[in-house]
């Protein structure tokens, strides 16, 4: 079964910058198209990044300009580099396959938690 550990989170203030690791436990992890979601209190969890199996990149408008999503094949790994971070980016963030791509869904992780202060 595969296991997404995410990390990279903390708190930062409005303006700031972090970046997030995702390490996948699968041999296959290139093969995938993958994304970054993130769920607010009180919210449904939404997906903000996604990057296909050959790098090309989408973002949805709150975070277009500002997010990153980037992959590392060899290290099972993707990223997401948070820039110019504002308090309504304040979520736990996960990593999981392209909900939109697949039927089904990786076991979530964790999470990584992200607080941005005003």
């Known amino acids: 079964q595969v296991q997404l550990v995410e990390s990279g989170g903390g708190l930062v203030q409005a303006g700031g910058s972090l970046r997030l690791s995702c390490a996948a436990s699968?041999?296959?992890?290139?093969?995938?198209?993958m994304g970054w979601y993130r769920q607010a209190p009180g919210k449904e969890r939404e997906m903000v990044a996604a990057?296909?199996?050959?790098?090309?990149?989408n973002y949805v408008d709150s975070v277009k300009g500002r997010f990153t999503i980037s992959r590392d094949n060899a290290k099972n790994t993707v990223y997401l580099q948070m820039n110019s971070l504002k308090p309504e980016d304040t979520a736990v963030y996960y990593c999981?396959?392209?909900?939109?791509?697949?039927?089904?869904?990786?076991?979530w992780g964790q999470g990584t938690q992200v607080t941005v202060s005003s």
């Open positions: 999981n396959r392209n909900k939109l791509a697949y039927s089904t869904l990786f076991p």
């Open positions: 990057i296909t199996s050959a790098g090309s990149t």
């Open positions: 699968t041999r296959t992890f290139s093969s995938y198209a």
